[in-house]
């Protein structure tokens, strides 16, 4: 299990735990951000930061401080 | 009779708005919802039996009803059927993404839960099958409960149906009830306690029935419906039903059952199951176009130069294509100020309407064009899809200064204009967010503050090695500077919070719609129209009268007597030297005349304040004049000069007057000193009544507003005196 934020761009992975606290995470859930979900990192924004997902067939971005708190494996 | 209502509903970037227009034929009414500035889209349905008229509201796209946004919050009010104003819908009809089923389908469900007779509209579904997915409508249509009818709407296909299907239910309404269900299959304990809360709502709100289930869902698991702890004000439920869902919560969580995120994961594994059962794979996903132009646009290098380029673009179209038709609305306001003041019968009625009303009016208005097309580009940025890159790509600049990818389109459109920037400030979720960008958007160099640029440089700046342009790229650095660096001391003091979550959907690019863009420009265009016509004509009447009375006969015969005097020592034809002491005859008497009015006793009351910074009474009348709207200034400095009424040369010969300007010892008022030190003042001040009414809209109190003209006028007194100081102890 590793953060979101360290696949390389292209790898894909699995949703496994969100460590974002439980009253700020209910619109990424709503994005269809949840446990067990198939992601892929798409790739780092040119300064570096946010980060470009895809998930359920579209694309999302957030920032590195979220991706790092959301576990992959 | 009462027409049929229709509410479109659906994700951002769904093709709701192509929709829309494609429906009412792009004659929809714009206005607002009740006490807060959320757009309101309304239209007539085209083609609809005129026996029974058809309405359709467009709602603001969302992903959930479970709102994070003002935009949103209107949204779920509406199909809660919670807004006195907007009917109950007859008929909802929700678009959903066919290409992103899933999370499209989250909301219909939702939606479909809430009982109101429902329809599937199921746009782009051309997207899917070039990706390789065929839908299964009738599965589909089987499997939500509610008809399915597949359409491309940028193409127009499917929307004759769709039309049609609107018509058919229209001409009898009420044949087809949706019995309520539900997409999810709920934890036991979480069932129980959302079956218990339903119940309670079903025997306070009998009439509302219909919704409870998906009320008592939302009540359980959606953190902002219930009041603050402590602070009942605003509740929308019974103080003892509050009571009774927070101690639902209390047992799930002793239940080890998260209340936050059961409903939203059981939705999803719903949906999932859907999906399975209707989508066929006829190929293997591959990279789309999207795809590759994005490789490229949100590359590492080309993305930022292409930004760059885009950025550059723009502002060069801007002030170069806006050169034509600026050019010819000052030749027509002139010419109309010029034929009605011939034609009227000279006094002080004449002088009103010429030099108040149309001279006036006229020098804003001059700007449309410029204010055009930066909405023709904002617009078709955000059609296209690039905006949400943009967002992407400015993300990390702005999260320096603690704010958000999504505060990047405010503040950039708050270069035409701060209004239409504080109502975009409307899809950031963040409360402290929203309000910062909102404190510093005015400080971006709006298209009002052009003019005054314009003229300050042409008067006081060096025409030569390009120091004009230079000025003016330093003034518009200097208000990014201002609003990036008060965002930084906002979010550091007064607006702490988290540092901002960014969930920022990237769409497939698509190609825009040229009448939408069109209209969506004229839109917001009118706006600024509106406001030329209504406070910009009253400051410019209000400052006619202060500028022209009282009248003290005394002034007129003391001149008169000077002419006098001068015709009977002029030789017939007069020498040039003659006619210029003539000139100077009827400048002092103007200058008299102005400086006894009421705008001169003005200047001089806050001269005391405003001499520190190296003004005089006669910036000072501008200062105050400006006060409701900063390009009221040019208007203004005409006065006060007495130049550029009628003689169709505008900013030139103004600007020839206030170089011609000299203090009591004979030095030049308008030394480029002054101008940079006015222009800094500019840029800071807040002299905008309109942005002080939308701000007060937008935060529902007068605190914010009243806070931000405070801080921004302070804030340019402050650089002002500086730049001065300086300036002066460098020599200029």
């Not at chain 2, 006195?84 to 499209?104: G, H």
């Not at chain 2, 040369?649 to 007057?657: D, F, H, P, R, W």
Request: aromatic share 8%; net charge neutral; with cysteine.
């Amino acid at each position: 299990m590793r953060p979101l934020s360290t696949l390389s761009p292209g790898e894909r992975s699995v949703v496994v735990r969100i460590d974002i606290p439980p009253d700020q995470r209910g619109r990424l859930l709503e994005m269809g951000l949840l446990p067990g979900t198939p992601v892929e990192l798409v790739r780092f924004a040119p300064l570096g930061d946010p980060v470009e997902i895809k998930l359920r067939n579209y694309h999302l971005s957030l920032r590195r401080l979220e991706a790092e708190k959301i576990q992959v494996g | 009779m009462k027409p049929f209502t229709v509410v479109l509903t659906g994700n951002p970037n769904c093709g709701k708005t192509t929709l829309f227009n494609a429906l009412t034929g792009l004659r929809a009414r714009v206005g607002n919802y009740a006490g807060v500035t959320v757009e309101r889209k309304e239209g007539a349905l085209t083609g609809a039996d005129p026996r029974h008229p058809v309405v359709v509201l467009d709602l603001p796209g969302t992903y959930s009803l479970s709102p994070q946004s003002p935009d949103e919050q209107i949204a779920r009010d509406v199909l809660f059927q919670r807004l006195p104003e907007v009917p109950p819908p007859d008929l909802v009809v929700v678009v959903a993404d066919a290409s992103n089923l899933q999370r499209n389908l989250y909301l219909a469900t939702q939606v479909i839960e809430l009982g109101h007779p429902t329809l599937l509209a199921l746009n782009m579904v051309d997207v899917a099958r070039d990706r390789g997915q065929e839908i299964d409508l009738e599965a589909l249509a089987k499997a939500l409960g509610v008809p399915v009818l597949a359409l491309v709407a940028s193409q127009g296909e499917g929307i004759e149906a769709l039309r049609q299907a609107i018509r058919a239910q229209a001409a009898a309404p009420g044949t087809r009830h949706v019995i309520p269900r539900q997409f999810n299959e709920l934890p036991e304990d979480f069932g129980r306690e959302a079956q218990a809360i339903e119940d309670r709502l079903e025997a306070l709100f009998p009439q509302r029935s219909r919704l409870a289930a998906a009320e008592a869902l939302l009540l359980l698991s959606d953190e902002r419906t219930l009041p603050n702890e402590g602070d009942p004000a605003g509740a929308r439920h019974p103080a003892a039903l509050v009571e009774e869902v927070r101690s639902a919560r209390r047992r799930l969580e002793a239940a080890g059952v998260d209340w936050r995120s059961a409903a939203i994961e059981a939705r999803y594994a719903r949906l999932f199951a859907i999906e399975q059962h209707v989508v066929r794979e006829t190929a293997p996903p591959g990279e789309t176009l999207s795809d590759r132009i994005d490789r490229v646009v949100t590359h590492k290098v080309w993305g930022l130069l292409i930004f760059v380029a885009v950025m550059a673009l723009m502002f060069q179209s801007i002030f170069w294509l806006a050169q034509y038709p600026m050019d010819g609305i000052e030749a027509v306001v002139d010419a109309l100020a010029g034929w009605v003041g011939s034609t009227m019968p000279p006094g002080d009625l004449n002088d009103l309407i010429t030099r108040g009303a149309i001279s006036g009016v006229g020098s804003v208005v001059v700007f449309l064009p410029q204010i055009c097309l930066l909405f023709l580009f904002i617009g078709l940025l955000e059609d296209t899809g690039y905006m949400s890159r943009a967002a992407f790509l400015m993300d990390r600049l702005m999260s320096r200064v603690g704010l958000h990818g999504k505060s990047f389109i405010p503040m950039l459109s708050s270069f035409a204009c701060a209004i239409p920037g504080i109502l975009a400030t409307r899809t950031i979720e963040t409360r402290q967010d929203r309000l910062a960008t909102i404190l510093v958007a005015p400080l971006m160099s709006c298209s009002a503050r052009l003019p005054v640029y314009t003229v300050l440089i042409a008067a006081c700046i060096p025409q030569r090695n390009g120091w004009p342009g230079i000025t003016l790229l330093l003034m518009y650095l200097l208000g990014i500077a201002g609003a990036l660096g008060m965002a930084w001391v906002f979010k550091k003091s007064l607006l702490r919070g988290d540092p901002p979550m960014l969930i920022l959907e990237l769409p497939p690019y698509k190609r825009p719609m040229a009448g939408a863009v069109l209209r969506q420009m004229w839109d917001r265009s009118r706006l600024f129209l509106r406001r030329a016509g209504t406070v910009i004509l009253g400051i410019n009447i209000l400052l006619w009268f202060l500028a022209t009375y009282p009248r003290p006969g005394e002034i007129g015969e003391r001149f008169e007597r000077q002419r006098t005097q001068w015709r009977q020592t002029a030789s017939e034809p007069p020498t040039d030297e003659q006619s210029a002491a003539l000139l100077r005859i009827d400048q002092a008497e103007a200058g008299e005349r102005l400086r006894q009015s009421f705008a001169g006793r003005l200047g001089r009351a806050i001269e005391p304040a405003i001499r520190p910074l190296g003004f005089d009474w006669k910036i000072g009348i501008g200062l105050v004049t400006s006060f409701a709207a900063r390009e009221v200034f040019v208007s203004t400095m005409s006065v006060v000069y007495n130049a550029g009424d009628g003689d169709g040369e505008g900013t030139a010969s103004l600007a020839e007057a206030m170089k011609s300007e000299r203090r009591g010892d004979g030095s030049p008022v308008y030394t480029p000193l002054t101008g940079l030190t006015l222009m800094v003042f500019y840029v800071f001040a807040m002299q905008c009544v309109s942005t002080v009414a939308v701000v007060r809209r937008e935060t529902n109190s007068w605190r914010w507003p009243l806070f931000q003209a405070v801080y921004m006028t302070s804030l340019a007194w402050v650089l002002a005196w500086l730049t001065h100081v300086v300036g002066t102890r460098m020599g200029f």
